[in-house]
């Protein structure tokens, strides 16, 4: 059997705090991430080569009637029993803090939560057990439009600034203060929350900006530091999640001509949802690029 061909044993750690299982595309909206590619994978997964090792959830009532018991895992720290080539993360950046480096001793790991690196010694340890290990540590684009682009910048160290802005309803936050203060006030215009390096925003906003943790990851020549984000309110915007990406290049010596790239990415979302519709298609996307591609950080 082709390594194309052979069938990849996958476990999700983080199943939500929704109840129900994802019957139609017109209810993934609502679900949790790890409930849509848990049943991505027992629905579809024969097609594309995949089945379900296990699945993780911190309260494991959530699982019963949607996960066959044999599939659901107690205790996390028993996974290597269930033998995934690949664990997908989407719980917390603390799982992939305590987890993740134990993860990659033995499978591919996708990170779901990327503002996990936005504590150095995180990033570190995860870079240097992929490269140990040979497991490949992946980082889902998710809404973050011309990732590779700009991962192909860093490489080259063209890229010289990149400044990404997230506007969405203040219900579609999940914050701390001092910034969750100040949306709780932002209902009647549009209110700028933060503004400055995604490092400083990650423990302020661990659920919101994980694709501002990506584009830090994506850009690695400029990093968690110098790596730019905002994040905006407006109450304007029930149904939208709106990511405005800036990029910068080099400057012609001769001209002064400045190489810049601006993109808008408009995601319908429900009402209070933190995930916007079209990252759920995404994030499957980007587990099915998940076929180990050797000892390194791999955006997919």
Known sequence: MSEERKLRRVGIVGYGN???NVTSCFLLFQTHKGQYLSDMIL????HFNLELAFVW?????KMENNIPADLQLEDLNQFKEKHADLIVEVAHPQTVKEYGEEFLRYADFMVGS????AELETETRLRKAAETSGKTLYIPSGALWGAHDIQKMADRKTLK?????MTKHPDSFKLEDPIK??????????????????????SL?????????AAAMAAHNLGFDNVHGCLVADPSLPDWHIVD????????????????????RQNPASPAAVTGKATYGSFWSSLLLCKGHGGRVFLC
């Open 18 to 20: 929704l109840g129900g």
């Open 43 to 46: 629905k579809e997964g024969s």
């Open 57 to 61: 959830n911190r309260r494991s009532e």
């Open 114 to 117: 990327p503002t996990a690196f």
């Open 161 to 165: 600034h990149l400044k990404v802005t």
């Open 181 to 202: 203060e100040l949306n709780e006030k932002a209902r009647e215009k549009r209110t700028v929350l933060y503004n400055g390096s995604v490092r400083s925003l990650c």
């Open 205 to 213: 906003a661990p659920n919101n900006v994980n694709t501002m943790a």
């Open 245 to 264: 990406i800036e990029v910068t290049g080099p400057t012609d010596e001769k001209t002064g001509q400045i190489f810049t790239v601006k993109t808008t």
